[in-house]
């Protein structure tokens, strides 16, 4: 079956740095189009960032050059790296297919970003 493991999560500072990891399985993971989502409290899911399966990206205005996704598909792994991070930043992020598979959802993993 399809799964999403995401991993990476933590409490940071703002202005620090972290890095997500998502292990997906179930899935031919090349040929499919990747997004990393997150969800604030009581907000709802927003896309961040996509990877095409050709490589290409694309970001949310609000994490544009801060936020870098990439994907090794040898690994079936999708990772997100976030620098600079904001306050703002706070939420419980998600992998997935775009557009998401909406039974797939994984735990997720949570962001705290505060002083």
């Known amino acids: 079956q399809v799964q999403f493991v995401e991993s990476g999560g933590g409490l940071v500072q703002p202005g620090e740095s972290l890095g997500l990891s998502c292990a997906a399985s179930?899935?031919?993971?090349?040929?499919?189009?990747m997004g990393w989502y997150r969800q604030a409290p009581g907000k709802q899911r927003e896309l961040v960032a996509r990877?095409?399966?050709?490589?290409?990206?694309n970001y949310a205005d609000s994490v544009k050059g801060r936020f870098t996704i990439s994907r090794d598909n040898t690994k079936n792994t999708l990772y997100l790296q976030m620098n600079s991070l904001k306050p703002e930043d706070t939420a419980v992020y998600y992998c997935?297919?775009?557009?998401?598979?909406?039974?797939?959802w994984g735990q997720g993993t949570q962001v705290t970003v505060s002083s």
């Open positions: 179930g899935i031919i993971f090349s040929i499919y189009s």
């Open positions: 990877v095409r399966s050709g490589g290409s990206t």
């Open positions: 997935n297919t775009e557009p998401p598979m909406q039974l797939q």
